[in-house]
């Protein structure tokens, strides 16, 4: 299940034919078409070209890169104290689009000043009590610090993310059609995102901080804001009556698109999201027997400007014989039901005993996308 590799690709390293490491994403396409991972990076994207080699992805899409204080580097810096905004909650009290977009403005600012309140706090702390990130030199400007000397100068490198959950949902609020069903919602959707973008970038420069707009992964919050606002908004169709929200801009994943519809309406958003944002297809079975489709879709992804992306399929595996493959019940082989159900929830692979409720009702409603 460990480590979560990304593995980078770049024009003129390994992207194209006749690049000279052009071999070993061929490699890395048939690992990923047989474990998950690893995911893709595309360094080439508008927004990742001027950072050259640096810009670098964790595993569930975090990016950390333009930097108002010092080096704009990935290595030794992180994102401090995200905060995800609930926008199908917002929807379901503004109720139309005209009085969402004024709402929005309010949460955002609300959102500033809860990352800007915990950075305040984080910066308080001594560098003796952060003996491993400060102490050992791994911030960047740490190395520098005493003992009791406060961290804000190597964290203020960091980036405060505001995040969000929920646009399908949200769209289906407000529209009664979300991004996978309708280009007007998906320009809904673009001016919703752009506009998070933009009041973020605003808060940078005010407070000369690295505040930055996140596609939130949500593990826990995909099935507590659902419960909340089913509390206070009853069963809405399309929006309530499931047990999670969609994750950030993304497509819900019963909708039934094809793989290349779905990054052509999914890609838009990574460019907006400055601190992390990622694309998955979910296919019917590992393609061992495929590998030009993947690279296919990656390509395309390309094209689309898009920044990160990987593919998702069920890998089972009998603990028993080692047998693997998709299968219902017992082992095909040998008859064993001890078998390892191994899944993607936010970024990370793992099996499906340890996903909350809310991402096994998300793992129960995904369908395959066509490639």
């Given at each position: 299940?460990?480590?979560?590799?990304?593995?980078?690709?770049?024009?003129?390293?390994?992207?194209?034919?006749?690049?000279?490491n052009?071999d070993?994403?061929q490699?890395?396409?048939?690992?990923?078409?047989r474990r998950?991972?690893?995911?893709?990076?595309?360094?080439?994207?508008?927004?990742?070209?001027?950072?050259?080699?640096?810009?670098?992805?964790?595993?569930?899409?975090t990016?950390?890169?333009?930097n108002?204080?010092?080096?704009e580097?990935a290595a030794?810096?992180?994102?401090?104290?995200?905060?995800?905004?609930?926008?199908?909650?917002?929807?379901?009290?503004?109720?139309?689009?005209?009085?969402?977009?004024?709402?929005?403005?309010?949460?955002?600012?609300?959102?500033?000043?809860?990352?800007?309140?915990?950075?305040?706090?984080?910066?308080?702390?001594?560098?003796?009590?952060?003996?491993?990130?400060?102490?050992?030199g791994?911030?960047?400007?740490?190395?520098?610090?005493?003992?009791?000397?406060?961290?804000?100068?190597?964290?203020?490198?960091?980036?405060?993310?505001?995040?969000?959950?929920g646009?399908?949902?949200?769209?289906?609020?407000?529209?009664?059609?979300?991004?996978?069903?309708?280009?007007?919602?998906?320009?809904?959707?673009?001016?919703?995102?752009?506009?998070?973008?933009?009041?973020?970038?605003?808060?940078?420069?005010?407070?000369?901080?690295?505040v930055?707009?996140?596609?939130?992964?949500?593990?826990?919050?995909?099935?507590?804001?659902?419960?909340?606002?089913?509390?206070?908004?009853?069963?809405?169709?399309?929006?309530?009556?499931?047990?999670?929200?969609?994750?950030?801009?993304?497509?819900?994943?019963?909708c039934?698109?094809?793989?290349?519809?779905?990054?052509e309406?999914?890609?838009?958003?990574?460019?907006?999201?400055?601190?992390g944002?990622?694309s998955?297809?979910?296919?019917?079975s590992?393609?061992?027997?495929?590998?030009?489709?993947?690279?296919?879709?990656?390509?395309?992804?390309?094209?689309?400007?898009?920044?990160?992306?990987?593919?998702?399929?069920p890998?089972?595996?009998?603990?028993?014989?080692?047998?693997?493959?998709?299968?219902?019940?017992?082992?095909?082989?040998?008859?064993?039901?001890?078998?390892?159900?191994?899944?993607?929830?936010t970024?990370?692979?793992?099996?499906?005993?340890?996903?909350?409720?809310?991402?096994?009702?998300?793992l129960?409603?995904?369908?395959?996308?066509?490639?």
């Open positions: 299940l460990f480590p979560n590799i990304v593995f980078r690709l770049k024009k003129g390293g390994n992207f194209e034919p006749g690049d000279p052009h070993l994403f490699l890395a396409m048939k690992v990923a078409a998950m991972n690893p995911t893709f990076s595309l360094m080439d994207a508008s927004f990742n070209r001027p950072y050259g080699d640096e810009v670098a992805y964790m595993g569930c899409r990016r950390v890169m333009g108002r204080r010092g080096s580097v030794g810096r992180g994102n401090i104290a995200p905060v995800t905004m609930n926008l199908p909650g917002l929807a379901l009290r503004a109720r139309t689009p005209e009085r969402f977009m004024l709402e929005l403005d309010d949460l955002v600012a609300l959102a500033g000043r809860q990352v800007l309140h915990r950075y305040r706090v984080l910066c308080s702390l001594k560098a003796r009590e952060l003996p491993f990130l400060m102490g050992q791994l911030y960047l400007d740490s190395g520098a610090l005493g003992p009791d000397d406060a961290i804000e100068p190597a964290l203020r490198h960091g980036t405060l993310a505001i995040g969000f959950i646009l399908a949902e949200a769209l289906t609020a407000l529209t009664g059609r979300h991004h996978g069903e309708s280009d007007e919602s998906l320009q809904l959707g673009l001016k919703i995102v752009g506009r998070v973008r933009e009041l973020t970038d605003g808060l940078s420069r005010e407070h000369d901080l690295n930055t707009c996140y596609a939130t992964p949500a593990e826990g919050l995909a099935g507590r804001f659902t419960l909340l606002d089913r509390e206070t908004f009853g069963r809405v169709r399309g929006v309530t009556d499931s047990d999670f929200y969609t994750n950030s801009f993304h497509v819900p994943v019963a039934p698109l094809g793989a290349f519809e779905k990054m309406r999914e890609a838009p958003f990574h460019r907006l999201c400055n601190a944002h990622i998955y297809v979910e296919l019917p590992a393609p061992e027997h495929n590998i030009a489709a993947v690279e296919k879709l990656l390509k395309r992804l390309a094209e689309l400007d898009a920044g990160y992306a990987g593919i998702n399929f890998i089972d595996e009998c603990r028993a014989c080692g047998r693997r493959g998709l299968q219902d019940g017992a082992c095909a082989s040998c008859g064993s039901t001890d078998i390892r159900r191994i899944r993607r929830v970024g990370y692979l793992s099996t499906e005993d340890r996903f909350n409720a809310g991402k096994r009702a998300e129960k409603a995904r369908i395959p996308h066509r490639l």
